[in-house]
């Protein structure tokens, strides 16, 4: 090969390769991010240990959580990030009954549910910026109903689809 192509090789690849990896950086820190599940079975049967997820970082910079949105939050001092369900809202009174949920007196439909149970919580009203969180799975679930409301900043990510396996894959709505 002459030094002409080499050099010019050498400019497509850097030209190509530099770019693409700037984009991928750039998307993986604000826009999305690849998680995953690694804490027990308390999002079963929805996520089970070991699925992998993609989470979006962009919507709650634009708008609150939204109840039934599946995130992740943050947990001080913890090496594992919670994967839950956020149930309650700022202002909302919250009631677990056997797992079932109870917001400012009246049951919330919950058809992503396959088996309740667990122990109960509340009544008690969710304060302002926090957010109140379960597992799918009540029986098997350390949530809020342990360690009460989240902080609304502590959660950054939701849940948009399972990609691993892939004849698991869904989309979260």
């Known amino acids: 090969m002459h030094k002409r192509t080499i050099i010019k090789s050498l400019r497509e690849i850097i030209f190509s390769i530099v770019p ?4 991928a950086l750039f998307v ?5 991010e690849a998680a995953v599940v690694e804490q027990g079975p308390s999002m079963q049967p929805n996520l089970y240990v070991g699925y992998r ?22 947990r001080a001092g913890q090496e594992v990030d919670l994967v839950k369900r956020i149930v309650a809202l700022p202002g909302e009174i919250v009631e677990v009954r056997a797992g ?6 009246e049951q ?12 109960s919580y509340g009544p008690s009203r969710v304060s302002d910026g926090s957010v109140f969180i379960l597992g799918d799975n009540r029986r ?20 948009i689809f399972i990609y691993w396996p892939l004849d698991e894959f869904k989309i979260f709505p």
């Open 20 to 23: 693409a990896l700037l984009i």
């Open 28 to 32: 993986n820190t604000f826009v999305t």
């Open 53 to 74: 997820v993609m989470t979006e970082k962009v919507s709650y910079r634009f708008h609150e959580p939204d109840r039934g949105d599946i995130v992740i939050a943050e």
């Open 100 to 105: 079932h949920v109870w917001l400012n007196g």
């Open 108 to 119: 919330l439909s919950e058809p992503y549910i396959k088996e309740f149970g667990g122990t």
């Open 140 to 159: 098997l679930s350390h949530d809020s109903r342990a360690f009460g409301p989240v902080l609304r900043e502590t959660v950054n990510r939701r849940v």
